[in-house]
């Protein structure tokens, strides 16, 4: 049975997925960035740029989000086979105010992504009054789903949609078109909304947390919900009648109870230790993630072949879950040890997508390359938990190296080189201690200054110094 545990009191609201007490998914929202997923907006088409395929369109004041050809409304409902050649401005034009919705977050710096295609979501059903498109969930029988999309047919209007969820399987017909109707008011609130405010504004927020919480426990078939707040508790026993909703009430932090801390922990290191003795180390870069399997201390020189494929297996189990953990989106590539059979290639890839099934993300496996690099794509919506917890330092700028001590003393003896010939009697510098030991070993700058050198020593974490003061 998979539990959802939920730390909700305080300005950093997270949740965590575990199956036998082993955390299978995370989510985690802050003030300062909350998602943004869902949000609907009053508009205002900033640029249209044809060579994007898509126009910027301003939703706050210092806020733009991007909204590609596919998600205008006007170009879904046209029906010209030749649309696609036509030029954007037949779709859409600067100055021009329409509704959108943000459907991903920004990351790094791009932009956050917009659709014109709304949906409007209730515990039945999911609204679309643009698209034209039916659906039903995959995890309902096959004649239950066939049943709610013959009645779908019956109750749309023209070009709407609906998304059948989870939570219909067994509901009435009163039920469905009672939240219909609900679902179409709220729509026309909206539009009236629009009419009265000034673009661009925010129309309609929606909790991402929330959602995000109803979204998992329907994808990992939670057995049982435990949360340290009880107006959060309320709104999910609105929206999740059969699940049981537990509060927490002790004083030690609803993680630390059931002790997450630890787990949580590790998903900030790059080394993640395997029960075999192995490991993988995850790099994060700004254009991919590397990921390499390592057999580390699992070593077996009789069962070579064995020993390689059992790490592999091990290896692709743990990467399915710290991708989705770790929320890695965009190109990912996996350094697994060399394995010669194909077979058991075509099983560690199958072993990814069973770990990715449950992923909210939408991820590819396009197969291993002529290196042996196992290449997969995952989409991303949301920033990346590094993004979200971790900034650049202060001292590296993000490479995560920074100058040694000989660099920067060589540096000072060239700046102090400088000043030989200008009749300076005396040079104090300020400097890290390893600059000043590098420094005062050098022979060259001991001997070929005409004026004294007077160091000053500061602490600092990395190699540093200041030209304080020269003259006479």
């Given at each position: ?20 007490n082993?955390m299978?998914?995370y989510f985690?929202d ?21 060579g994007m ?18 998600m ?12 696609k ?7 859409i ?5 329409l ?26 059903l ?42 219909a ?30 673009a ?32 959060l ?16 009430g ?31 180390v ?69 072993i ?40 650049s ?23 102090l ?17 390893d ?27 990395a ?9 006479k």
């Open positions: 049975m998979h539990r959802l545990i939920i730390n909700a009191n305080g300005k950093e609201r997270r949740f965590a997925v575990l199956e036998e082993r299978t998914d985690m802050r003030v300062s960035r909350q998602s943004k997923i869902g949000n609907l907006y009053l508009g205002i088409v900033d640029r249209v740029l044809p395929d898509g126009a910027f369109v301003r939703i706050g004041n210092k806020e733009k989000g991007f909204l590609s050809r596919e205008i409304p006007s170009y879904i409902r046209d029906e010209r086979e030749d649309k050649e036509r030029p954007l401005s037949s779709y034009r600067q100055g021009e105010k509704i959108v919705q943000v459907k991903k977050d920004e990351t790094g710096s791009k932009y956050c992504r917009l659709t014109g295609l709304l949906e409007l979501s209730g515990r039945l999911v609204y679309l009054p643009e698209s034209g498109y039916i659906a039903a969930s995959k995890k309902m029988a096959e004649e239950e789903r066939k049943k709610w999309k013959r009645w779908s047919q019956t109750r749309l209007k023209e070009g709407e949609g609906l998304i059948i969820r989870t939570a399987e067994g509901a009435k017909e009163e039920e469905m078109d009672a939240e219909l109707e609900a679902l179409r008011d709220k729509y026309e609130e909206l539009k009236r909304r629009s009419r009265r405010v000034k661009p504004s925010l129309l309609m927020g929606q909790d991402a947390f929330l959602e995000n919480i109803i979204r998992k426990a329907e994808k990992w078939e939670v057995g049982e919900i435990i949360a340290d707040d009880r107006e508790i309320l709104a999910l026993q609105k929206r999740l009648e059969d699940i049981p909703v537990h509060f927490y002790g004083k030690e932090n609803i993680f630390s109870h059931f002790q997450l801390d630890g787990e949580l922990e590790k998903l900030g290191k790059k080394v993640i230790w395997l029960k075999n003795g192995a490991n993988i995850i790099e994060e870069t700004e254009s991919a993630t590397i990921i390499d399997v390592n057999t580390a201390k699992f070593t077996s020189k009789d069962r070579r072949g064995e020993t390689i494929f059992e790490t592999n297996r091990l290896a692709a189990w743990e990467i399915a879950r710290q991708i989705m953990l770790r929320n890695i989106g965009g190109i990912i590539l996996i350094d697994f040890i060399n394995m010669e059979r194909d077979e058991e290639r075509r099983r560690i890839i199958d990814l997508q069973t770990g990715l099934a449950r992923d909210d993300s939408p991820a590819k496996i396009y197969g291993f390359t002529a290196l042996g690099l196992l290449e997969m794509a995952r989409k991303r919506t949301t920033p990346s938990l590094r993004e979200q917890t971790e900034e330092c202060r001292l590296c700028g993000g490479t995560g190296r920074v100058r040694s001590a000989e660099t920067v003393a060589h540096q000072l003896e060239r700046e080189m400088e000043y030989a010939g200008s009749g300076i009697e005396e040079a104090a510098v300020e400097a890290t201690e600059v000043i030991r590098y420094s005062l070993a050098s022979i060259r700058l001991n001997e070929s200054l005409p004026f004294s050198l007077n160091f000053h020593p500061v602490p600092g974490d190699p540093y110094y200041r030209l304080k003061r020269v003259g």
